[in-house]
């Protein structure tokens, strides 16, 4: 079982507004002034999953930064019971893990 609570190298999405997006992404930092996430807008993340499963380039994630004041939540990306999480998802059809496509997977750090 992984590590609970929200510690860099965990798959999460962040829910923003003003504008309203959300970002599916690895977390890089947590800290009071905001969030550090490399990722990308969830609703790329089809198109991003179905490029890697062909090892093709274009889309790609980025280090991003948002305010606090920017937040309305973070979650953690997991599967729970019959839903699969993103990151599980990504590593099924693509046969790698989320941080290695976000270039993390040389750091230490968790799923």
């Given amino acids: 079982m992984s ?10 999405v962040v829910y923003l507004h003003t504008p309203r997006e ?9 800290q009071p002034a905001g969030i550090v996430v490399r990722g990308l807008d ?6 991003f999953v179905r490029q890697e499963a062909r090892r093709e380039t274009g889309l790609g ?10 937040v309305e939540r973070m ?3 997991e599967s729970v019971g019959g ?8 590593r099924r059809e693509t046969g790698r893990s989320i941080l290695a496509a976000a270039g993390l997977s040389s750091r230490r750090t968790r799923r």
């Fill in 22 to 30: 959300k970002v599916f992404g690895v977390l890089v930092a947590l």
């Fill in 61 to 70: 994630l980025v280090t991003l930064f948002y305010p606090m004041s920017r």
């Fill in 83 to 90: 839903i699969e999480g993103i990151a599980d998802r990504f």
């Fill in 42 to 47: 969830l609703a790329a993340l089809d198109d």
């Fill in 75 to 77: 979650e953690r990306d």
């Fill in 3 to 12: 590590t609970p609570g929200f510690a860099p190298g965990h798959a999460v």
